[in-house]
């Protein structure tokens, strides 16, 4: 599938990963709906990029129904009957990870847990999907920037990027979009997880 040709629905998609992967998308000339529950970042990103926002708590079933409703067909329930294109696919889930569902340091149990789930999923997903022609891939990226590493003091950051063996710096939300983005692209890309980390290895602690 090419990028000119994705309407895709973006779930935390007006602030970093997220936004990075709606801009990546509308400048290839595709088209992206945001879901989201910041309701300021949403109206910029509208203004920014012409894309939708719609307000939606991901943690809800019935909210997430109603705005895949109005947007862009691209839930896996409603995906099944759009019009296959080559190799008979007719989407694509891209589901975000992180590298601490491999290396969970302490106090990340919660987390890694989380995580790991989402990893988990990916093959078994991307079996059962595979009878309507949907793809179902994952990324886990390492240490990104994003805001919560922007509020961080700059020796935390610092540090943090000292610890990525190359490039020995955080990584940029545009990397991950590129991925995805070749993901959408490469249909021979399905079941399982792509690591986005610079070839970190996080430590206990």
Same mark, same amino acid.
């Given at each position: $599938? ?8 973006? @779930? ?5 990963? %997220?936004? !990075?992967?709606?801009?990546? &998308? ?7 709906? $945001?879901?989201?529950?910041?309701? %300021? ?6 203004? /920014? ?15 997430? /129904? !109603?705005?895949?409703? #109005?947007?862009?067909?691209?839930? !896996?329930?409603?995906? #099944? ?9 007719? %989407?694509? &889930? ?10 969970? #340091? &302490? ?9 790991? %789930?989402?990893?988990? $999923? @990916?093959?078994? $997903? ?12 994952? *990324? ?16 935390? #950051? ?14 940029? !939300? ?8 070749? *993901? ?7 079941? @399982? @997880? ?12």
């Amino acid at each position: $599938m090419q990028l000119n040709q994705v309407k895709a629905l973006v @779930t935390g998609g007006v602030s970093g990963l %997220g936004l !990075a992967v709606v801009r990546h &998308i509308i400048a290839s000339g595709g088209k992206a709906v $945001m879901l989201d529950i910041n309701d %300021g970042a949403g109206a910029a990103a509208e203004a /920014e990029l012409g894309a939708k926002y719609l307000r939606t708590d991901v943690t809800s079933e019935p909210g997430v /129904e !109603a705005s895949v409703a #109005q947007a862009a067909k691209a839930a !896996a329930n409603v995906m #099944q009957h759009n019009e296959p294109l080559e190799d008979s696919e007719r %989407g694509v &889930i891209i589901s975000t990870a992180s590298v601490a569902a491999f290396e969970g #340091q &302490i106090g990340q149990a919660a987390y890694s847990a989380s995580k790991g %789930g989402i990893v988990g $999923m @990916t093959l078994p $997903m991307a079996r059962e999907l595979s009878r309507f022609g949907i793809r179902v891939m994952t *990324i886990a990226p390492g240490i990104f920037w994003t805001p919560m590493v922007d509020g961080m003091p700059e020796h935390i #950051q610092e540090s943090l990027s000292a610890s990525i063996p190359f490039p020995s710096r955080l990584g940029r !939300a545009e990397e991950f979009a590129v991925l995805a983005g070749n *993901i959408i692209e490469s249909p021979y890309l399905n079941g @399982t @997880t792509i690591r986005l980390d610079g070839a970190v290895r996080l430590a206990p602690k």
